[in-house]
T-cell receptor, first 112, second 112 residues
C-alpha cells in the first residue's frame, strides 16, 4: 500500500476562510501532483512539483498555491475560500520516470 | 482539453460477464496507464503499457494499445460486484514533463 497521506479527508468551511490541505509521502518521491476532481468527473491537474523548491501550475487554472520546502510535504493553500472551490482534491506522487502514480485518499472540500 | 476520452461513459453488467472500456488519446505517448477509483476515494494503479507494447495481462485484466489509432482498451474478465468503480486511463507524454493526463472515466457497475 502506498504511503501517501492527505488531511483532512473532509472539510466544510465558510466563504473567505484561509485553508491548507496537507499532503505527505514517505516514499522519497521527487514528483508530486495536485488534481481537482468534481464528483463523477475527470481529474484536472492544478499543480505539480519535480522536487524541493520546484512548483509549476497545471493545466487547469486554480486560485490555490502550493509549496515544496521538503521532499515529503506538498501542501495546497487557498487564501480565501469560495463556493466555487468546492471539489475533491487529490494528491499524487511518482517515483522514477514512466512509472505509476500513487494517490492519496483525497480531501473533499465544501465551501458554504 | 484533456488528452483522453473513455468510452462508454457508464457501463452496467451482470456478475460473471466481461467488461470492456476504451480510451482514446490525442498526442504521442510514452506509456498509457489504467487506474481504478472507488466512489469518493483516491485512484489505484492497475496496469501500465508502454508505447512499444501491444498487449498486457494482469490477473483478470487485459490491456491493448494501438498507437496508430491512438487508442487503448481495458478488458475485465469474469467481473465481480467488487469491480464496481470508475476506471480512468492516463497518458504520459514523451516530452519529459512527466505529467499525467487523465481521461474522462468509465463508471462500471457490476450487478450481483
Amino acid at each position: 500500500e502506498a504511503d501517501i497521506y492527505q488531511t483532512p479527508r473532509y472539510l466544510v468551511i465558510g466563504t473567505g476562510k484561509k485553508i491548507t490541505l496537507e499532503c505527505s509521502q514517505t516514499m522519497g518521491h521527487d514528483k508530486m501532483y495536485w488534481y481537482q476532481q468534481d464528483p463523477g468527473m475527470e481529474l484536472h491537474l492544478i499543480h505539480y512539483s519535480y522536487g524541493v523548491n520546484s512548483t509549476e501550475k497545471g493545466d487547469l487554472s486554480s486560485e490555490s498555491t502550493v509549496s515544496r520546502i521538503r521532499t515529503e510535504h506538498f501542501p495546497l493553500t487557498l487564501e480565501s475560500a469560495r463556493p466555487s472551490h468546492t471539489s475533491q482534491y487529490l494528491c499524487a506522487t511518482q517515483g522514477t520516470a514512466n512509472t505509476e502514480a500513487f494517490f492519496g485518499q483525497g480531501t473533499r472540500l465544501t465551501v458554504v | 482539453s484533456q488528452q483522453g476520452e473513455e468510452d462508454p461513459q457508464a457501463l452496467s453488467i451482470q456478475e460473471g460477464e466481461n467488461a470492456t472500456m476504451n480510451c482514446s488519446y490525442k498526442t504521442s505517448i510514452n506509456n498509457l496507464q489504467w487506474y481504478r477509483q472507488n466512489s469518493g476515494r483516491g485512484l489505484v494503479h492497475l496496469i501500465l503499457i508502454r508505447s512499444n507494447e501491444r498487449e498486457k495481462h494482469s490477473g483478470r485484466l487485459r490491456v491493448t494499445l494501438d498507437t496508430s489509432k491512438k487508442s487503448s482498451s481495458l478488458l475485465i474478465t469474469a467481473s465481480r460486484a467488487a469491480d464496481t468503480a470508475s476506471y480512468f486511463c492516463a497518458t504520459v507524454s514523451p516530452s519529459g514533463t512527466y505529467k499525467y493526463i487523465f481521461g474522462t472515466g468509465t463508471r462500471l457497475k457490476v450487478l450481483a
